[in-house]
């Protein structure tokens, strides 16, 4: 059953390269921050990696587990998409990786990354470091900044065993 639906317009489509040895997540940020994203889309990230943090489920057969972190070395191909919004609630998880600042702006990207024929698919963190055989880098991301919609990222105000300082969520909301 559909929840709600809040309808936005993309305003800006932005193309960014990434330079050699810097980190991924902390990269889109960036951008998100200079171009003033309050909500948006990231539509493509596309390159090579030399190192992955990726957080991700660590048990198969519990819904309710909280994400870890794996941690892969050498050369990864990388493919993600995601979600744009604001950090209306700190939301720090050292086990999953996953640090949220209020105030900030937040990214939930999920990323693909394949090496020698493994694949491993999780939630962007810190620690992804792109990688370049030629100092000018071909690691691009596409981002769309979006009007009419407002996607914020909240804690509830309860928990459970697995998630004790509350259950992250994403408040839609129209706008407009």
């Known amino acids: 059953m559909i929840e709600k639906i809040v309808r936005a317009k993309i305003s800006d489509i932005i193309y960014a390269q990434i330079t050699p040895g810097a980190d991924l997540y902390q990269s889109i940020l960036e951008i998100i ?21 990726l957080s991700l489920p660590m048990k198969q057969d519990s819904v309710d587990a909280t994400p870890g972190v794996i941690e892969l070395a050498g050369t990864h191909e990388a493919s993600g998409h995601g979600i744009i919004g604001q950090t209306l609630e700190t939301y720090d998880s050292p086990k999953s990786g996953i640090t949220n600042i209020k105030g900030e702006p937040y990214v939930h990207v999920h990323i693909t990354v394949q090496q020698a024929g493994k694949t491993h698919c999780g939630h962007l963190i810190d620690g992804c470091l792109i990688r370049s055989v030629y100092e000018k880098s071909h690691f691009t991301i596409i981002l769309a900044k979006t009007e009419g919609a407002l996607l914020n990222f909240r804690v509830s105000s309860t928990g459970t065993a697995a998630y004790p300082k509350g259950i992250p969520y994403h408040e839609l909301l129209q706008t407009g």
């Open 33 to 53: 921050r200079k171009e003033h994203i309050k909500t948006g889309v990231v539509l493509d990230i596309t390159g090579g990696l030399s190192k992955v943090r």
